[in-house]
């Protein structure tokens, strides 16, 4: 079961103890050894009321681990108590927050999470009501208001000119903290008051410490400061056994308030008892020294996977045509065939940086704004309309999911919809009867094939005559557009294709045999690549190179980047292959 890991492998899975960093490069086998680990020590655990706490930053990830302690290393899953397996927002929403978050916020009862990934919050009766922004503002470790949503989100300045805080943001503050009084708290505030409980309420951090006494924490690069205080407060009140494996040089969730920085400080900090992993198991020797030259590696990862570390094909850098994207994508998929690589989802991938690139790949007019029909206190509509588009398009549980809390939203008049307010409806109605009635009202929305105004327009008189007193609403000069034009998304027109198409984002942590990768002259909405290029910037500063980094870093033998033209061609080989002038083309 272990014997395939390498010497610096079996140092992290049964060696360590005490504060440890792993840093590692890409596919070293990160999330491999962390199972590992997590394998042996519940083999050899013998302590009833205290476990193990493993923790990774998203489902998709801890899932894996989870995939891999079964198949690998032969662990019964789901993990069992006193372990616990799973991300660190439901940790800390577990053992900290939820149970203790009344104390810090003031409310009488246990808090209610809203907001993404909980429900939409739509909350606020008109444009520009405070209420509104609910979910779009939180703080950060130094207490100081953040937003948490694009700049372009917020319909008023943040900033004074002077660099201060605006008036609208004291507002905002005012506006928080009265719905913490009432209970109400977003994922970024329950991770901001997990803090101030465990400062307030030492008991609290050493029941915790008690109660798990090892941390493991993979993709740790994508620790946040709040996080990070979180994981301090933990450390300062007794914690003894802490593993933190990552690779700074893919940490691209700064959205999310990632800072790679923290790892990189926890590195140096326990140096003396920390591991570095260099030898790549993915990918060729000749993607290996291709992507070194973007990384923060001081020499080229090794290449030890025998069955493609000698593959002679050359990463390529090509030129694209924005109006012919399907054209490169044909070149990249006739490549694969002649090099006998087959031509399906686990094998190759086109990938992109940004979510509107897709519209570019299809060809379809991404100017349309999803929220632009929906009207403030009516949003409940656009839940009824997507949820019946995921639902005819064979969703059938995310479909239902959001109907569910569409329906309830409609019928209280509340805002939101939590899982809470579920439970409670179906033990007051029973749960056949609530189930029944939730799949009539569905049945009774048409089918998304017609326009948004005449699917509405069914939709309601379908209800009354039905007798169920809900309304759907919209601006009716939007009314003309298709469920296509308002929800069809990147996931759900990439399942129809052979190959995986998506963000680099959607691709991380995996790995394929071919990946063409398109980037723009631009690096999301900031500056160009080619600026970072000349500039020679740092991958350790730049989340956009790194991004770059992730999506090259995927394939195990034949790799494409695309490019918008000559000029971006150069830069990109002057970076990558170290040559001014290249000449290479499909
Ligand atoms: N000791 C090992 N024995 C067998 N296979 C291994 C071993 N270590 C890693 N692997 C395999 O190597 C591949 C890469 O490992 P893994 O995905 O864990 O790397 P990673 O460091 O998490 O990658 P990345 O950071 O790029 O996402 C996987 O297919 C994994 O199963």
């Known amino acids: 079961m272990f014997s395939s890991l390498s010497s610096e ?69 789901p993990v069992q108590y006193p372990h616990f397996l799973g991300t660190i927002d439901s940790f800390v929403n577990k053992f900290i927050f939820l149970p203790y978050g009344h104390l810090i916020m003031g409310c009488s009862r246990r808090p209610i999470l809203v907001g993404e990934p909980h429900g939409t919050w739509a909350g606020g009766k008109y444009e520009r009501d405070y209420n509104r922004y609910f979910d779009a503002v939180s703080f950060n470790a130094e207490d100081i208001a953040i937003r948490t949503k694009s700049p372009t989100q917020y319909h ?23 719905f913490w009084k009432q209970g109400f708290a977003t994922q970024s505030d329950a ?12 008991a609290v951090a050493k029941s915790i410490v008690q109660r798990f006494p090892e941390l493991m924490i993979d993709e740790a690069q994508d ?22 494996i ?65 593959c002679q094909l050359q990463p390529t850098i090509v030129t694209y045509n924005a109006d012919n994207l ?55 509509t656009r839940e009824f309309a997507k949820g019946k588009y995921l639902y005819d398009r064979k969703h059938f549980k995310d479909g239902y999911k959001m109907i ?30 609530y189930r029944k009635r939730i799949l009539d009202i569905l049945q009774l929305l048409p089918k998304t094939n017609a326009d948004l105004m005449s699917w509405i327009n069914q939709a309601n008189q379908n209800f009354k005559i039905n007798g169920i007193k809900i309304k759907l609403e919209v ?55 080619s600026t970072y290029i000349k500039n020679n910037t740092s991958i350790t500063i730049c989340e956009e190179l790194r991004i770059v980094y992730v999506g090259i870093t995927r394939p195990r033998k034949l790799l494409v980047l695309a490019v918008p033209d000559e000029t971006d061609k150069k830069a990109w080989e002057k970076k990558l292959i170290g040559i001014d002038q290249g000449e290479s083309s499909l």
């Not at 991770?191 to 030492?202: F, G, V």
């Not at 946040?224 to 933190?244: A, F, T």
């Not at 809390?405 to 109605?429: F, M, P, T, V």
């Not at 939007?478 to 998304?489: D, S, V």
Request: charged share 30%; glycine share 6%.
């Open 156 to 178: 008023f300045k943040w900033f004074n000119k002077d660099g201060s805080e605006s008036g609208h943001v004291k507002h905002l503050k005012d506006m928080k903290y009265a």
């Open 9 to 77: 492998q079996r140092e992290i899975v049964f060696e360590k103890i005490g504060r440890s960093v792993v840093r590692a490069c890409p596919g070293s086998g990160k999330t491999y050894s962390l199972a590992a680990r997590l394998a042996y020590r519940i083999s050899k655990w013998d302590r009833k009321c205290q476990g193990i706490a493993a923790i990774s930053f998203t489902n998709v990830a801890w899932k894996e681990i989870e995939k891999q302690l079964n198949e690998k290393f032969e662990i019964r899953i």
């Open 326 to 380: 399907q054209h490169t994508i044909d070149d990249f998929l006739r490549l694969c065939i002649q090099h006998q690589i087959d031509i399906n989802r686990e094998k190759i991938a086109v990938l992109y940086r940004s979510k509107g690139f897709y519209n570019q790949i299809i060809g379809i007019d991404g100017a349309i704004k999803q929220e632009d029909p929906w009207l403030p206190g009516k949003m409940f």
């Open 404 to 433: 569910e809390r569409a329906i309830h939203k409609a019928l209280s008049g509340n805002n939101y919809c939590s899982e809470n307010d579920i439970a409670d409806r179906i033990s007051e109605e029973g749960f056949l009867k």
């Open 246 to 310: 990552g690779d700074p040089d893919q940490a691209i969730y700064e959205w999310n308030d990632a800072k790679p920085e923290l790892f990189i400080e926890k590195y140096a900090l326990w140096k003396e008892n920390s591991v570095v992993l260099n030898e790549n198991r993915r990918s060729s020797r000749n993607i290996c020294n291709f992507t070194y030259r973007l990384s923060s590696l001081d020499s080229p990862s090794v290449a030890v996977n025998e069955n493609v570390k000698e």
């Open 223 to 244: 620790t946040s400061d709040v996080q990070m205080k979180i994981i301090d407060c933990l450390l300062n009140h007794g914690l003894e056994h802490i593993l933190m």
């Open 475 to 529: 601006d009716s000069s939007f009314g003309g557009l298709t469920f296509e034009q308002l929800f069809e998304t990147a996931e759900l027109y990439a399942e129809h294709l052979e190959y995986r198409l998506g963000t680099v984002h959607t691709a991380k942590g995996e790995t394929f045999d071919a990946v063409l990768l398109f980037l723009k002259k631009k690096a999301g909405q900031k500056s160009y690549y």
């Open 191 to 202: 991770n901001y008051i997990s803090t101030k409980i465990l400062e307030s309420y030492p």
